[in-house]
């Protein structure tokens, strides 16, 4: 069983500002088949991504700034694909990295 975080989330979408195709795993492009989640796989399958240092590019120039999947109501930002999101998001500890506002370090 999965640890929850000690640290509430404030839904600020920074730990989102990444493309979360780079990180999927075969589980979860399973769990998309098995789910006839199209969306998503359209987009996974349809983006070729490339590393430039700290830049993420498509296949044809687009510069990534944030997943997909991002939204934002206003307040808070959210995931539209929450109940299904990939696994590297599943793990994610809110204040678990510097990417995270609320991360205090070490030491």
């Not at 500002?17 to 399958?45: F, G, P």
């Not at 109501?73 to 990417?99: H, K, W």
Request: glycine share 8%.
């Amino acid at each position: 069983m999965k640890e929850e975080s000690p640290i509430r989330c404030r839904q600020c979408g920074v730990c989102c500002h990444v493309d979360m195709i780079a990180y999927i795993t075969e589980n979860d492009m399973r769990r998309w088949e098995k789910e006839q989640r199209l969306d998503i796989i359209s987009h996974v399958r349809g983006t070729e991504i490339q590393w430039f240092g700290d830049i993420i590019l498509t296949g044809n120039g687009i510069h990534i700034q944030s997943c997909t999947f991002l939204n934002y109501d206003g307040n808070v930002f959210f995931c539209d694909i929450y109940e299904t999101r990939p696994q590297v998001c599943r793990d994610y500890m809110p204040g678990s990295s510097a990417l995270c506002p609320l991360y205090k370090g070490h030491g």
